[in-house]
Structures are given as structure tokens and as C-alpha cells.
């Protein structure tokens, strides 16, 4: 099992930035995709980016993508979330996720697909 943490997260405007981060501790995180996902209040959790164990392949969902870029150190054990260009629907509580499997990576993961999760980080942005 590995252990994430979540930071970054804070109350900005519409059109501004935020970049958060993840750590990671435990198991072997470089073998192991990772991702970025969110629960805005009264609806499903919904996946937002995902990145290959190695960095070298990369998935947005279609709202962020050209807004929201995520990169991995796996020197550092750390994972982040850049976001650009925020919009109030962006509001949510942000989650960082690691792969049940190692080695794997495919697009249409689901959050069952993932078997680590940090407490998340809040986001709201307003109009």
C-alpha cells in the first residue's frame, strides 16, 4: 500500500492558477500509474488526469485538458497538478490516486481502479 498526501488547495478566482501536489510513501511508487481525481458536493467522483508510471503517456479528461497539465518526479515520489485557466465548475475536493496493478496504463480508468488514495485537497473558484 502506498500512502499519498495531498496539498495545494486554496480559494481562488475564475482565470487563476493553483498547482497541487502529491507525496507518496510506501510501496515502489515510479512502477505505478498515478492520478488526479474529484468529488464536487452531490456528485460522483469523477477522474481528472492520469500519468504512466514512467511519464512517457499522459490522459486529461475533455473539460481540463489545454488547462490542467500533470507531471510525476519519481526521484521525489511526488505527483502534480498544475491548473491553469480555473472556472467555478472546477470547484471540488481533489483526490490523488495510485494504480492497484504496477505496469499498467490505459485510458477509461475508473476510480475502482485504483487502490490508493490520499484524504484530497479542497479547490474552489470563484466567479
Known amino acids: 500500500q502506498v500512502q499519498l498526501v495531498e496539498s495545494g488547495g486554496g480559494l481562488v478566482q475564475a482565470g487563476g492558477s493553483l498547482r497541487l501536489s502529491c507525496a507518496a510513501s510506501g510501496r515502489t511508487f515510479a512502477i505505478y500509474t498515478m492520478a488526479w481525481f474529484r468529488q464536487a458536493p452531490g456528485k460522483e467522483r469523477e477522474f481528472v488526469a492520469s500519468?504512466?508510471?514512467?511519464?512517457?503517456?499522459?490522459y486529461y479528461e475533455d473539460s481540463v485538458k489545454g488547462r490542467f497539465t500533470i507531471s510525476r518526479d519519481n526521484a521525489k515520489n511526488t505527483v502534480t497538478l498544475q491548473m491553469n485557466s480555473l472556472k467555478p465548475e472546477d470547484t471540488a475536493l481533489y483526490y490523488c490516486?495510485?494504480?492497484?496493478?504496477?505496469?499498467?496504463?490505459?485510458?477509461?480508468?475508473?476510480?475502482?481502479?485504483?487502490?490508493?488514495w490520499g484524504q484530497g485537497t479542497q479547490v474552489t473558484v470563484s466567479s
Open positions: 490516486a495510485a494504480d492497484k496493478y504496477p505496469f499498467r496504463f490505459m485510458t477509461g480508468l475508473k476510480s475502482t481502479d485504483f487502490g490508493s
Open positions: 500519468i504512466k508510471w514512467n511519464g512517457d503517456s499522459i
